[in-house]
């Protein structure tokens, strides 16, 4: 999968882009329609305000959230995408600054962890998991968050779960 990355006031230091396409890595090892080379997504990394807004806009909810999932293809969809053919866009990622980082301090981890984990949850959204029908259905994508953290190193971000 390529991402087209735009950053719009997170911090320099750190390799945004570069830590996004290391996700989408990791995320494809454990739901592989994410690896199909056809795909791309837009990832913008931003502010509480313009998350803000679009969370507003478009899900209908006053308030800013750490990570907004945009999708354009249906799962079945997805599943039934042949891995040769034109570019498919898989949808569209936001990330608040402000949030994130709140969060992060909060869980007591690095912001680029923290940010790594929600790139995941959001391209597991992108790819039709959701987590707020059933409890299995959350178990099922905090799971795969996990093991997609895990090859990158990363701790469960839940901590309640080996």
Known sequence: MEFDVEIDGWPDGTDWAGLADRVAGAAA????????????????????????????????????????????????????????GPPEMLGDLALAYETCTREAEEKGVMLADHAAHLIVHGLLHLAGH?????????????ALEIEALAKLGIADPYGDRN
């Open 130 to 142: 959701d987590h707020v029908d059933s409890d299995e259905q959350a178990e099922a994508m905090e």
């Open 29 to 84: 090892e454990v739901e592989p329609t994410l690896g199909n080379p056809r795909l791309s997504a837009s990832l913008l990394f931003t502010s509480d305000g313009e998350v803000h807004a679009l969370n507003r806009e478009w899900r209908g909810k006053d308030k800013p959230t750490n990570v907004l999932s945009f999708p354009m293809l249906e799962r079945g969809e997805l599943e039934a995408l042949a891995p040769h």
